[in-house]
Structure formats: C-alpha cells, structure tokens
C-alpha cells in the first residue's frame, strides 16, 4: 500500500489538499468526482482536478506533510507546485519576526528585560 498526498483544483478555482492510502491517486480523483457524498467539500465544486500528488512510504510522513500543506497560502501551494524555491521561501519568512541574518537589516536583541536595536554586519 502507498500512501499519496495531493491537491486538487475545483471547479471554484479553490484547492483541495488531501491524503489518500492506495495503490493509485488516480482512483481517489475519480471518488472526488463520482462519489454521491453530499456533505464532502468537493462534491459541491466539481468536477476537481488534480494538480500534485506525492507518494510517502511512511503513513505518518504523509499525515504530517497533509497537515502542513493545509496550513499554506494558496501563493505558497502555488510556489511549491511550480518548484519555485526562492518564492516558496520568500513566502516561509514570518511577517511578524524581524530578519535577522540579512546585511544592514536590524533587529532588535533583548538584553534582560531591555531590547536594543543593534545592526548585524554579516
């Protein structure tokens, strides 16, 4: 048994992440698109299409990696689809902590209780 993680597009434009524990991804984007479950997200936007798939030989690898693809920007999915590195990580930079490895950045350093801004010459 391979365990695959995939994402679908739907006919709403969103992506879909999922996981899927078979022999071949292909079969789970047929469910998505013939299955006559009313309450599943992707039954109200079909048909879906599939954009990634990944197998993992290790279940939980593949439950981890769902969990953190669904956390992701649609910019970021789309980054990663395309194999864009450098704006897959331009887009991993939190817009809440200051840069701190970048020349003539600052940061502020805390000292005790005190912060203090300081400059890195790297």
Request: proline share 3%; hydrophobic share 35%.
């Amino acid at each position: 048994m391979q365990f695959f993680v995939y994402i679908l597009r739907c006919s709403n434009g969103a992506y879909y992440v999922g996981s899927h524990r078979g022999r071949d991804v292909t079969a789970r984007v047929h469910q998505h698109n013939h299955d006559e479950d009313r309450t599943a997200y992707t039954y109200r936007y079909r048909p879906v299409e599939l954009l990634w798939s990944c197998a993992f030989a290790d279940p939980s690898d593949m439950v981890a990696f769902e969990r953190q693809l669904k956390g992701w920007s649609r910019r970021k999915k789309e980054a990663f689809m395309r194999g864009d590195w450098a704006d897959l990580k331009a887009l991993s930079k939190s817009r809440m902590a200051p840069a701190i490895h970048e020349k003539g950045r600052y940061y502020l350093q805390t000292q005790g209780d005190t912060p203090k801004r300081s400059s890195l010459s790297v």
